[in-house]
C-alpha cells in the first residue's frame, strides 16, 4: 500500500467535508440575514414613529388649548383640586 495514497484520500475527503460545511454555514447565514432584514426595517420604522411622537404631542396639545383655552382651565383646575384634597 502506497502511504501517499492515503493521505491523499483523507486529505480529499476532508476537503470535501469542509465545502459542503462552508456552503452550509453561507446558506446559514443568508437565511438568516434575509429573516432579519424586515425585523430591522420595522424597528426602524417604528424608532422613527417614537422620535416623531413628543413633536406630535406638543403640536396636538397647542392645538387643543389654543381650540379650548376655558375648557383646558376648567380641567386643570378640577385636577389640582382633586390632587390636592388626595394630598392634605
Not at 59 to 88: S, T
Amino acid at each position: 500500500m502506497n502511504g501517499n495514497g492515503i493521505v491523499g484520500n483523507v486529505a480529499s475527503g476532508a476537503h470535501g467535508a469542509v465545502n459542503k460545511a462552508t456552503q452550509a454555514a453561507h446558506h446559514a447565514v443568508d437565511s438568516a440575514a434575509g429573516a432579519a432584514a424586515p425585523a430591522a426595517e420595522w424597528i426602524g420604522a417604528k424608532a422613527d414613529a417614537a422620535r416623531a411622537m413628543p413633536e406630535r404631542l406638543v403640536k396636538d396639545g397647542r392645538a387643543v388649548v389654543e381650540n379650548h383655552p376655558w375648557a383646558v382651565a376648567g380641567v386643570a383646575l378640577a385636577v389640582g383640586l382633586l390632587v390636592g384634597r388626595i394630598l392634605r
